[in-house]
């Protein structure tokens, strides 16, 4: 029996230390708020998921390739890039959509049965994986099986899935992001993957009570604890070898992940600009603070001083001209289809307290695909440079 614990030592990028932060239940919360609205939240179908370096600046090329980085391969130093002072950047910018995600080379037959305790204390015993349905809130399970070589084995999906390759999965979610049992039921998955941050959870006792194999899974994200998720993931599905692959070729992309981030953070700390993430859907009420303990690690991991944490912001908090006047980021990091749901860069600027931040005032906006932000997984260090070339080198600076 197998528990489902983290185990191994893991090591966040940042070019300082990044936060050991998580994306916690608050962000459910705002889940269920966007359920009750009757919006979709979805995340745009243009943000996919990636294992292969992208070219990350909106306005240029960053020079990174697009192949997947050998483990073996040499991490070379950065190039000095000719980057405009922070201080003087102003206008909005997007950060680029990942490369789609590779499996890994020779992936592994699964060897069943396996029988893992559960992060509810369920054991569970895993008898096939012909038919996976993964379900979270960000996506990253299935993120993690596409990585170990088994997405053709996925036969849904939810609206955080939004890589094409799954673009043709039914959808098992309706509402937003609320599950739909009997589209579950109805796709006869021989294991489920699922946590919390999808409901109601009545569904998960409906899917037990039909003799569906369910594992539950930690629904808490980190950057520090993104490596023991696919190595969790990949227990379950019976292929530990290739979970250990994928973080292999995970540590390697951090690396030149990293080296990239380096190159575009200005040295001298007084320069670093300060960030914050805003949750933002259509014109109404739901408009939140994202506090330094949700998301707060993906702030500081691309060399932005973490503006929640400036300002004492945990969880998440209304984003009312208050907290935004505590707040005064000097950009503002948001999901791409937000924006638009509020009327894009004007009608967020039309908000109240956000055009008298120091963002607001510069139009310092930065928009990121939706899947890309605050989603852990083996595509995380391409995001985080795409966010970070977005924020220093919105100009694709050589």
Do not use: W
Not at 209 to 236: H, K, Y
Not at 278 to 295: E, K, N, P, Q
Not at 338 to 347: A, K, N, Q, V
């Amino acid at each position: 029996m197998t528990p489902m614990h983290p185990s191994r030592q893991t090591r966040p990028t940042g070019r300082r230390h990044a936060l050991a932060g998580t994306v916690t239940a608050t962000l459910l919360a705002i889940t269920v708020a966007l359920t009750g609205c009757g919006a979709t939240g979805a995340p745009s179908d243009a943000a996919t998921s990636g294992s292969i370096p992208a070219k990350t600046s909106s306005a240029g090329d960053s020079g990174s390739s697009a192949t997947s980085a050998s483990p073996d391969a040499p991490t070379a130093e950065a190039p000095a890039l000719d980057l405009p002072d922070p201080a003087s950047i102003e206008g909005p910018a997007s950060a680029e959509t990942v490369a789609e995600i590779l499996p890994i080379e020779n992936p592994q037959t699964p060897e069943l049965p396996v029988t893992v305790t559960d992060h509810d204390g369920q054991d569970v015993t895993i008898e096939s994986t012909d038919r996976i349905l993964a379900l979270d809130l960000y996506g990253t399970f299935s993120d993690i099986v596409t990585g170990l070589g088994l997405g053709d084995r996925l036969v849904g999906r939810t609206s955080s899935d939004t890589s094409s390759a799954m673009a043709d999965l039914p959808l098992v979610t309706s509402s937003g992001h609320d599950l739909n049992a009997e589209a579950i039921l109805s796709l006869r998955p021989t294991v489920v993957l699922a946590d919390s941050t999808l409901g109601p959870p009545e569904v998960y006792g409906q899917l037990r009570s039909a003799g569906i194999t369910l594992v539950m899974f930690d629904p808490d994200r980190s950057l520090e604890t993104n490596e023991d998720m696919m190595v969790q993931v990949a227990q379950t599905l019976g292929v530990p070898d290739a979970g250990e692959a994928l973080v292999e070729r995970y540590d390697a992309e951090m690396e030149t992940a990293q080296a990239r981030i380096d190159a575009l953070v200005p040295g001298d700390e007084a320069d670093l600009v300060s960030a914050a993430i805003l949750y933002v859907r259509g014109t109404a009420g739901i408009f939140f603070v994202m506090g330094s303990d949700s998301g707060g690690d993906v702030v500081e991991s691309v060399g932005a001083l973490n503006a929640a944490e400036q300002a004492g912001i945990t969880g998440t908090k209304p984003a009312n001209a208050e907290a935004l006047a505590a707040l005064n980021p000097d950009v503002i990091l948001v999901m791409a289809d937000g924006l638009e749901s509020t009327g894009g860069l004007t009608g967020l600027l039309e908000r109240p307290g956000v055009a008298q931040t120091t963002a607001g005032q510069k139009q310092r906006i930065v928009d990121v695909p939706d899947g890309q932000l605050m989603s852990y997984g083996p595509q995380t260090p391409q995001a985080l440079v795409a966010l970070a070339e977005a924020v220093y080198n919105p100009e694709g600076a050589r």
